[in-house]
């Protein structure tokens, strides 16, 4: 599933930044949809940071954050700014850059 | 603000921009958002930003800025010019700037969200210097980032709501739209006061106008005004009040010109009274106006001249020629000429320059000429526009006012009233030429002084080396008479006179004729009386010799007789 490895590897392959307000619905959904990503695409391969803007507010300023959920996808490649509760799997990994798999349940709902 | 009296009215932040708090009663509504819309290059980011910097300078208010299409460097940089320093307000703390970029290439949506960022980011701008005022500029970018409208509407309708309870005075900054007022109808969700801006270019002049479409809760001036952007921020106009309520005086001071003094009972004008000199080319209404601006400066007050025609020295010099020299007074900061050209500016920007003159001056008399000028910049429709604004300023301001006006020969009173300065005036006076048979003569009358009756008389006048002198009104046959028809009448009367006076002359000497033929024949009466009084006296003496000598004879007989005595008989017939 995972051919390539990073040839210049000094940290993980993926940088990702949730930020997310609180217990809100679409937050704890983000976060939900998010690990099962990393732990079924992502094994060791990812450096997830969850942020709660509530309580990091001036974070909000500097990673440009307007909408909430948002997940920025430092790295690999372009800075990207997935918003929303990640729910839609599929876009969610071809933004990644992730090929989806069969198994996955989330896939078809 | 402290707004607790019996009833309480609805608190209002004022913006401390130039006239806008007089259009809205106080300043735009406190704790509410307000929808600033305009198309391109109205100012409304300047005015917001006015707005918040006003909001710390004037009333310690602390601001927010919240731009989305401007970077807060972008922004600082273009307030510059205006003197308006973001970089330091921002170091003291009572400016945030939050520049919200949002780029449709880097956001994707993928699924379900709110803008509670937003909310976030805001909240904590606000909350970390306590501001009251928050400016959103321009929110409607949000649209070209998201792409679900649906959230989007309901988030920002949420959003307003938030500032609401916030309590923060919020300006939202918004295009334009094709038949709305703004491309996302944001006016739907912004119900408390919404202000439009606009640009338009009419004859080549362009001019900005700010409506206040609605206020919630408030009266509001609901006409268009023009409004300017000046090096000091946003200038609305009118800059002075929209009621007439000035106060008034009852001094009176003087046109500087006595005879035209002596027209009015009370002998001048009203001081902060507003005067309208017409009249035809050559008529003298400059050297008037000048007259009258020499006189406030000999009475020890600050005059401002505008001068559109002529430059300063010209005027000096010209009105040396005439016996005025206004040179001391510039020399003694007592009067001040700004000349310059009517078609230098639009006519919002000659108000405005008015203005700022006027304040920083601080004159008692004004004197503008000629206003007639300023229609080759605007309509005539502007112009009233503009002088009354003008002349409710200076009246409010208690300046005595005087303006001239150039009118064309046949119509000159119809043409006034067109513009409509007549009404606006309370003094009109006006100077003519009095053509007669081979020339001309200038005579002024007045025709309306508010207040004060006035003579009804046309007055010739003429201008001298030692200034304007109003001449006797003769009347001849036909009338009040001028010119050499006045220079013919006065030697008519002259040789009437003369002749008259001759005529007792001889009066005189015949008299005195008579009175010394009267005279003779006394004299020579009284020689012939002396001459019979003589001799009657002399006639008289003789008889008394006589008698005296005839009664001595007696005695000595008498006397004789005695002497013999015994002869007692020769006595008697001495006693017989």
């Known amino acids: 599933m995972e051919p390539e490895q990073a040839p210049d590897s000094a940290g993980p392959e993926y940088v990702l930044h949730l930020f997310i307000t609180g217990a809100t619905p679409n937050s704890t959904q983000a976060v939900r949809n998010l690990q099962d990503i990393c732990e079924r695409y992502l094994p060791g391969r990812c450096e997830l940071q969850i942020v709660d803007i509530y309580q990091q507010p001036e974070l909000a300023r500097a990673e440009r954050i307007v909408a909430a959920p948002t997940l920025i996808k430092k790295q690999p490649g372009l800075v990207r700014f997935l918003v929303g509760d990640l729910s839609d799997r599929r876009r969610v990994l071809s933004l990644l850059g992730l090929v989806p798999d069969p198994n996955d349940p989330y896939l078809h709902d | ?576």
């Open chain 2, 1 to 576: 603000m402290t707004a607790a009296p019996a009833l309480p009215q609805l608190p209002k932040a004022p913006t401390g921009i130039d006239g806008l708090d007089e259009i809205t009663n106080g300043g735009l509504p406190q704790g509410r958002p307000t929808l600033l819309c305009g198309s391109a290059g109205c100012g409304k980011t300047l005015m917001s930003v006015e707005f918040l910097v006003r909001g710390i300078e004037e009333f310690d208010e602390p601001g927010v800025l919240m731009a989305f299409e401007e970077t807060a460097d972008e922004l600082a940089a273009n307030v510059t010019s205006l003197g308006f320093d973001l970089k330091q307000l921002v170091a003291d703390k009572k400016l945030r700037l939050d520049h919200v970029h949002v780029d449709r290439s880097e956001i994707e949506e993928t699924g379900e969200y709110d803008l509670e960022g937003l909310f976030i980011r805001l909240g904590y701008a606000i909350d970390s210097i306590g501001a009251k005022r928050v400016v959103l500029d321009t929110i409607e970018s949000l649209f070209s980032g998201f792409s679900n409208q649906a959230v989007l509407r309901s988030e920002i309708r949420r959003l307003f709501r938030w500032l609401k309870d916030k309590g923060v005075t919020t300006i939202i900054t918004a295009e334009r739209g094709d038949g709305s007022l703004t491309r996302q109808g944001l006016e739907e969700y912004v119900s408390d006061c919404v202000i439009l801006l606009d640009n338009r270019v009419i004859n080549q002049i362009t001019t900005r106008r700010l409506r206040i479409v609605k206020y919630r809760g408030s009266t509001h001036g609901t006409n268009e005004y023009p409004y300017l952007i000046t090096e000091d921020g946003i200038s609305v106009l009118p800059v002075t009040s929209l009621k007439l309520e000035h106060e008034v005086s009852n001094e009176v001071v003087s046109t500087g010109v006595p005879g035209l003094d002596e027209m009015f009972t009370r002998g001048g004008l009203y001081r902060g009274s507003s005067t309208l000199i017409t009249g035809t080319a050559g008529t003298a209404k400059t050297t008037l106006a000048a007259a009258f601006a020499a006189e406030a400066c000999r009475r020890g007050e600050r005059c401002l001249y505008f001068a559109f025609e002529e430059s300063p020295q010209q005027l000096m010099r010209n009105m040396r020629s005439v016996g005025l020299d206004l040179q001391p007074f510039v020399e003694q900061g007592l009067l001040h000429i700004e000349a310059s050209r009517p078609t230098l500016n639009g006519l919002e920007q000659h108000l405005v320059t008015l203005h700022k003159l006027i304040g920083q001056f601080r004159p008692q008399a004004v004197v503008i000429d000629p206003i007639s000028n300023l229609v080759s910049v605007g309509s005539i429709t502007e112009v009233r526009g503009m002088l009354t604004r003008l002349i409710d300023y200076l009246k409010v301001q208690g300046i005595t006012a005087l303006f001239t006006a150039l009118v064309s020969g046949r119509s000159a009173n119809q043409e006034m009233t067109e513009e409509g300065v007549s009404s606006l005036v309370d003094t009109w006076i006006h100077v003519r030429d009095l053509e007669g048979i081979g020339e001309r003569n200038r005579g002024v009358s007045i025709l309306k002084a508010r207040g004060m009756a006035h003579s009804n008389q046309v007055r010739e006048f003429v201008v001298t080396h030692e200034g304007i002198r109003l001449l006797d009104v003769v009347i001849g046959p036909g009338g009040i008479v001028t010119g050499a028809s006045r220079q013919t009448q006065f030697l008519q009367e002259q040789a009437v006179a003369v002749a008259a006076q001759q005529e007792i002359e001889r009066r005189e000497r015949e008299l005195e004729r008579k009175r010394r033929v009267l005279e003779a024949t006394i004299a020579n009466l009284r020689t012939e009386f002396e001459s019979v009084e003589e001799e009657l006296r002399r006639s008289n003496q003789e008889e008394e010799q006589r008698h005296q000598e005839l009664s001595q004879a007696r005695q000595q007989i008498a006397a004789g007789h005695n002497a013999r005595p015994g002869n007692h008989s020769a006595a008697a017939p001495a006693n017989s």
